[in-house]
């Protein structure tokens, strides 16, 4: 997984532009999968059929990142932006950023009155190297992805985009591995999460699922002085109870807790103050679904070096294949 | 004289009473479709067959409605209160003319002459809760006998032309309707194109989801006014578009990312005919592709507008060439829209 990894979380793709990051998933999954299609919005789709004695999963982990995209190129040569997906300040001035075609540039802020301030997105640029407007290489409304290399520090994973290429790794590992399933699994690499989860959205009103499983990532407060909550790297897969979007099917959290203990595997239940997944998309899409998440423990969430833990990767893939290899009676 | 341009922008029509300006819409477009109907939610959909060549299923919205006001409640003194129907500016309301419900009651936005104000109301914005429509009544009795409880407000204004500008009000989106008008009276596309005259845009994109719903099109196309800002600026930030720069192409705002193929496929139509364009300042704002892109699997959706200085206010600013060129882009983008834009690079990786 490590090196399936790391080829997905150095790709290119802010939400709307995932062509990139959706060739290589799809190159990975193509011998797995018993049909695979892209929707209308950009969603990869692989399914993997059941013997028919079960229900119609769909499985859920996004492949955008969030990222920048330009809105004005000043007269010498400098990219004024605006967000895609949440973007925080704090995580801007010196970072590094790609556009699809590869071109690099580097981020500062104006001038600041004191280091204590702290400008706004709009009173930050990109350099790209340009000139002045006319030779800038980049157009208005293009959109840019942090770079940031992959590393391996014991048990320890490191990168940008984390947020949700484990997820993907997680999806497209659990693909490998299943056998056999009574269900119907579609596992869905979505697009647009980061910008208020859309993707999954348009894929959950196709594919009308009875069952809806986001695999996403989510935060650890086991840092200095962190928000308060209890998840921590190493401790296993969180179990989601309920975040801000969405409160969890209780028969697919109790499914979930038993198959853990049965199987052996850790776990830990999460309650999220702040954010959502595509779970929230899918249990009011179409008549609605019984929706839940195996999420991921990561900490520094949104910045260009999420770190998640090894074994917490190791085990999801475990539970998810155990999920799937059994009824679901709910 | 733009006729068309006149007629629909001294139409009323807020979100939610839309009835005056679908009236007129369903006038307008009757000899030119083959069919038309209205929903439950106010939507006017009309389709136009095609000539057979495609199977495509392709709607084009734009929104009916605009901003207005809606008359909330009755004070002593004969005035009426009032709130906002979608996001109308407090800076522009006071002072103006404006006409209450059905039997258009014509009103004053009151407001206290110069003479009258101290020193600090001179330099603050006047709240619009505090403001009051004054149709002259002497009592709270007379000014109810003339107007009820949830009556729609609209601005008076006058649509007028100078040379190739032209000023009214609701060009937000009376220039998107006009501008599906004027497809409606082309020549057939290849597709049966659907048209979806919308509700309630201006308060939350309410009307285009219950149409895209009901019609499941593979494409959507949205004809819109979106706000140039082009006015001098010390910054070298020009937010968004210019008047006179050509039709806006949204690439994304805070609700849609439009699909890139679709946008590239306008843009490259627009090369192609030698159409200038502008790309929108991509950031906030919102259109009707957000109800439209999410639904039934996912629909490829883009946005064509025409610049306007001063929506959401009493009086607007276009320039005809861009609307000519909005018009002259859709068209030109729907004839040669072939189902191969939208295949992608992956599509092709899966077929081996």
Redesign the interface.
Known sequence: MLELTKKLVEAYGP???E?QI??LI??EI?SFSDE?????????IARKKGDGSGLKVMIAAHMDEIGL????I???GFL?F?N?GGIRPQTLMGARVQFADGTLGAIYPEKMDSWNSLHPLNKHYIDVGAADKESCPI???AAAAFVRPFAVQGDQWMSKSMDDRIGCVIAIESLRRMEHTPHDVYFVFSV?EE?GT??A???A???QPDVGLAIDVTIAGDTPESQTMAIGLGAGPAIKVKDSGMISHAGLVRKMKATATQAGIPYQLEVLDGGSTDARSMQIAGPGCAAGCISIPSRYVHTQSEIVNANDVENSVRLLVALLSEALDL | MNELLQKLTETAGISGNEIEVRRLISDLIADHVDTWRVDSMGNLIATKNGTGESDLRVLVDAHMDEVGLMITGFDQDGTYKFHPVGGVSERAALGKVVQIGPKKIIGVIGARPIHLLKQEQRKSVVKLESMRIDIGAKSKDEAMGKVKLGDSVTFVTDYEELGEIAIGKAFDNRAGCAALIELLKGESYPFTLVAAFTVQEEVGLRGAGVAAYAEKPDIALVLECTPAYDLPNERDESPNVVLGGGPSIYVMDRGTIQDPRFVAHITRTAADYGIPFQIRQPGGGGTNTAAIQRKSGGIPAATIATPARYIHSPVSMINLNDFANVVKLADGALRNLLPGIFRRNDDLLNDQ
């Open positions: 939400s709307g532009f062509d959706r060739e799809q190159a193509a695979i299609s892209v929707d209308a919005m950009g969603n990869l995209m330009v809105t004005h000043t007269k010498k004024r605006t895609i157009p208005i409304g647009q910008v859309r993707g959205q348009a894929a009103n196709g594919l």
